[in-house]
């Protein structure tokens, strides 16, 4: 059975879920829009908050662990922490080294991937191109990107890796972008992402959209316009914690929050 819900409502309560979860405020509010862009491109986001929330919830009060390798870039030990918790952080990283020429982060033993074009989609911002490589089997490797457009971004993903890295270095202001993305996919192993930040120029639509880019404001104007179909068990799954986060105290204030 499923359901049709509205992205406002969407980014609406899942604050409060992340809330209920155990996350601090700002996390939650950061990881909200994740959520939302999740359900958005299809990730399936609000299916594992609610198979895997042990599991989520067991890694809050982890600590994260950062060191800076020379002639690499950031590695993260993540800790078994979620990727709508630190994935934003570890590209910040990545894009800030960009800055001094290295724009490499490694983010090890982190749960969630299933949320990658959803970070990706999130963390766009003119003038840098994103790339995100996750291992799909010890020596095989999958690649997401997102370019500056004119017309809002684009995500790149499901089509061939060499491809996809044309299309992402015909906009780069540096000519070593395959080197680069060499040396990052070296090192990601199954449950690892790595993340590439890179200089760019908008890129040409065109080419991009005859390999399948997605247009990502066009993608969220159109959820906007039509809702989400959510399954239903997921969707009380998102309001049962949201209801943890409120925790009426009194019959009145629970017939307030409409619970």
């Known amino acids: 059975m499923t359901m049709q819900a509205a992205v406002g409502e969407l980014a609406r309560v899942s604050v409060w879920s992340l ?51 020379p002639g690499f870039g950031y590695v993260v030990d993540a800790c078994g922490k979620h990727l ?14 960009a800055l001094q020429g290295t724009g490499r982060t490694l983010l090890e033993r982190v749960r ?12 766009r911002r003119d003038g840098f191109a994103l790339l995100a490589v996750e291992a799909t089997a010890p020596a095989a490797h999958r690649w ?7 017309r809002g971004g684009l995500l790149l993903r499901d089509m061939p890796t060499g ?9 780069a202001d540096a000519g070593n972008l395959r080197e680069d993305a060499a040396k990052l996919a070296t090192r ?3 449950g690892a992402v790595g993340f590439l930040a ?23 104007r159109e959820a906007n316009r039509h809702g989400l179909v959510i399954a239903a068990e997921d969707l009380r799954h998102l309001y049962d ?11 009145r204030s629970r017939s307030q929050a409409a619970f």
């Open 198 to 220: 890179i200089p760019c120029r908008p890129a040409d639509e065109a080419p991009a959209r005859l390999n399948g880019a997605i247009r990502l404001a066009e993608r969220w």
């Open 188 to 190: 990601v192993e199954p």
């Open 112 to 123: 969630g991937l299933d949320l990658l074009p959803a970070v990706c989609a999130a963390a």
């Open 19 to 69: 809330r209920g979860l155990g996350y601090k405020f700002g996390i939650a509010e950061r990881g909200a829009s994740l959520v939302t862009w999740g359900e958005v491109l299809g990730c399936g986001i609000l299916r594992r908050m609610r198979t895997d929330e042990a599991e989520i919830g067991a890694a809050i009060r982890e600590t994260v662990r950062r060191t800076k390798e």
């Open 241 to 251: 914690l949201e209801k943890r986060a409120w925790a009426p105290t009194s019959e």
């Open 163 to 171: 491809s996809l890295l044309d299309l992402v270095a015909a906009t």
């Open 144 to 150: 997401t990107a997102v370019l500056p457009s004119a």
């Open 84 to 97: 709508f918790e630190i994935g934003l952080p570890a590209i910040d990283l990545a894009t800030a080294a």
